[in-house]
């Protein structure tokens, strides 16, 4: 029979595990909120569909296989904000909407048209680090078919959503720094027409290709 303090710890224990089950949500991640591996490895696998439906799905199909797995792995009104800045602040909200659109439509179309076709390639996962102001960085490897790998680092941010993506790196490049520049040049001396014209044509471009 076992002695009374070994049942007290025991018990003791249990009441533990119990309290750590029922903790408070700030203590634990809510139930079914997805990880920032979840959010990854979801786009990942849409993306390996696309590109294994190639040609048969077109580009209007990996578009319509794509849109609804960005919308919720890509934050896309925070990365449209960020990359205007305080030229946001200058838009009106007809203005802030009708960029929104476009942008969004851009990235799409971009995945759409990058990831077409299928030779065996794959993704692998490398690490999580978590970063300051509570972002967090997911890198892994896009594997070419001829071995050679392509790093792309997604830094992710949680929101309303659960987390989704603010910033992508590939091969260590930026390419929220990169529109920054590029979008924000435009709108400061060209101004906002021509921006949405830009990125009309870099849709249609995006299709071709």
């Known amino acids: 029979m076992r002695n009374w303090p070994e049942i007290k710890s025991i018990f003791r224990l ?28 979801s786009l990942h696998e849409a993306l390996l569909k696309g590109m294994q439906g190639g040609d048969k799905l077109g580009f209007q199909g990996r578009y319509k296989l794509l849109a609804p797995v960005l919308d919720r792995s890509h934050d896309f009104d925070f990365i449209a904000h960020t990359i205007l800045g ?8 007809e203005q802030r909407n009708i960029f929104l659109e476009h942008f969004r439509k851009l990235s799409i179309s971009t995945y759409a048209g990058w990831f077409k076709n299928y030779e065996n390639e794959r993704f692998e996962f490398i690490e999580k680090k978590n970063m300051p102001r509570n972002h967090v960085l997911v890198r892994s490897q896009f594997i070419q078919n001829n071995g050679e790998p392509v790093s792309f680092d997604y830094i992710l941010r949680q929101g309303k959503k659960g987390w989704q993506i603010i910033n992508i790196l590939a091969d260590g490049v930026s390419d929220l720094a990169l529109k920054r520049v590029e979008y924000r040049s435009i709108l400061k001396q060209k101004g906002f027409p021509v921006l949405i014209d830009m990125l009309k044509k870099k849709i249609v471009l995006a299709e071709k290709n």
């Open 86 to 93: 305080k030229l946001w602040t200058k838009l009106n909200r």
């Open 14 to 41: 249990l009441i533990i595990t119990a309290m750590m089950l029922y903790m408070p949500t700030s203590w634990a991640q809510k139930p079914g909120a997805a990880s920032p591996e979840h959010t990854i490895n």
